[in-house]
């Protein structure tokens, strides 16, 4: 099998067969087939998109971050080409590219828009040989996969350090291993939050990043928004916080259903109404607006865009089940959680909460990363918990150390059953927090009560 043509129509073939199954397996599959058959399939088939070919990666947010920079390129006129499946490791991109290939080998779109796994970044990069690398965020995640955060850092210097020399390399100024990726690199830009109103009075629990990668020294911040994001300096070496070019100034979150805050990229602003809420969406947008900044779009068609936004799949989504909202907010480490916790506090009145934790490879086997996030002050604005997964013990006892009374408190593995007693006690609004793989069960779940529509993982 020599040509292109050919291989694709197997890959494609394949992947018709695993959807028809009904196992799922469709949005990788057939690209992890493409790959074997032809190990130079990404770059083949990436190089035809002569609009631009833009890179996302980040711990968390990088499928919003993707969600938000499509509603800005597509109002830019772009013909996009993304992973919207969120299979974002080299198999799942080539299935995306295969997708979008006509017959003949030719793609339908001009500009590709791919979120890639940390883990995966160097080998994808290296094939799609990106336009644009946004890196969004560096929190601890799935130690038992990835390592220590240090360990991807490294990582991610070798894959800026290979850059071409015309790549716009975006990053967060607010995140130091991020900020620190560009300490070489003249024409990179920034992106950050400069609003001292959201300041946290101390660091929190699941604060990563801090020491400088360069001296060891430990950073010394002004404040401290979200995890180690804030605005720091290195006593040791004298590395600070860069300059944002693109800022969101005036921030105000409205619980969970929005934010606004006033967007800044050089001597323009405009004012901006985000329908995703908390500060952790702020910062993907932020990271949105200056990847189309680096594309040289107008500020006034990147305010549309970001305006246009919606959730992503299982990212502050609200879905309806039997005429109840459930708003689906995913947990993965705690940075995230505390993201999320953070944002449910802000919410009028009581919750009604479906927490599930699973330990399935793709959340990571540990889970221990539940005690490290910021539960406490949640729990005064609960009204009710039902505990679901396969660690649905352990969620329940970190939910009671937080202090959660246990006539407030239900334990139900299976998460049909959970479901079916956490929507029963909701006083008119359901908040479901699952971790990965039980954001697919729960989805899933829904689906066969028709409250969504199916999902291929």
């Not at 309806?320 to 909202?325: D, H, M, T, Y």
Request: with cysteine.
């Amino acid at each position: 099998m020599d040509t292109l043509p050919a291989k694709l129509a197997l890959s494609r073939a394949v992947g018709l067969a695993a959807r028809a199954s009904g196992r799922g397996g469709g949005t990788s599959l057939p690209g992890r087939l493409l790959l074997r058959l032809d190990p130079q399939a990404l770059h083949r088939l990436a190089a035809q998109l002569t609009q631009g070919r833009y890179v996302i990666s980040a711990t968390n947010g990088k499928t919003t971050t993707a969600a938000i920079s499509a509603s800005i390129l597509e109002r830019a006129g772009r013909v996009l080409v993304r992973n919207t499946a969120g299979a974002n490791m080299a198999g799942g991109i080539a299935s995306t590219l295969l997708a979008a290939t006509r017959n003949d080998g030719t793609l339908n779109g001009d500009t590709g828009l791919f979120e890639v796994d940390e883990f995966w970044l160097d080998a994808v990069t290296e094939q799609l040989e990106p336009n644009a690398l946004v890196l969004g965020n560096l929190f601890r995640d799935q130690l038992d996969r990835y390592g220590e955060l240090e360990s991807i850092a490294s990582r991610w210097a070798g894959v800026v350090d290979g850059l071409d020399a015309g790549t716009a390399l975006i990053l967060n100024a607010d995140d130091p291993l991020i900020a620190d990726l560009g300490r070489e690199h003249s024409a990179a830009i920034y992106f950050g939050v400069e609003d001292d109103r959201l300041a946290l009075a101390t660091r929190q629990h699941a604060s990563d990043a801090t020491h400088c990668r360069r001296c060891g020294a430990t950073y010394l911040y002004e404040s401290v928004y979200l995890g180690h994001l804030g605005h720091y300096r290195c006593p040791g070496c004298g590395w600070q916080r860069p300059a944002p070019a693109v800022q969101a100034r005036e921030v105000t979150l409205h619980g969970s259903t929005a934010a606004t805050f006033t967007l800044v990229s050089g001597q323009e602003e405009r004012p901006v109404s985000l329908s995703l809420p908390g500060l952790y969406n702020v910062y993907n947008a932020l990271a949105a607006a200056a990847l189309a900044v680096a594309c040289g779009i107008e500020l006034d068609t990147i305010t549309a865009g970001l305006q246009a936004a919606t959730a992503a799949f299982g990212r502050a989504e609200t879905v309806e089940l039997a005429g109840l909202p459930i708003q689906i907010l995913l947990v993965k480490n705690p940075a995230g959680a505390n993201a999320i916790l953070q944002t449910l506090a802000l919410e009028p009145g009581e919750l009604d909460l479906l927490a599930i934790l699973n330990d399935n490879i793709a959340d990571g086997r540990d889970v221990s990363w539940i005690w490290d996030a910021d539960f406490e002050p949640l729990v005064p604005h609960v009204r009710h918990v039902v505990c679901s997964g396969r660690r649905a013990s352990e969620l329940a006892l970190r939910f009671k150390y937080a202090g959660l009374a246990r006539d407030r408190l239900t334990v139900e593995p299976a998460l049909p059953r959970a479901l079916d007693i956490a929507a029963g006690m909701a006083h008119g609004r359901l908040f479901a927090l699952p971790t990965y793989t039980a954001l697919i069960e729960l989805r899933a779940e829904l689906g066969r009560r028709g409250a969504v529509l199916p999902y291929w993982s």
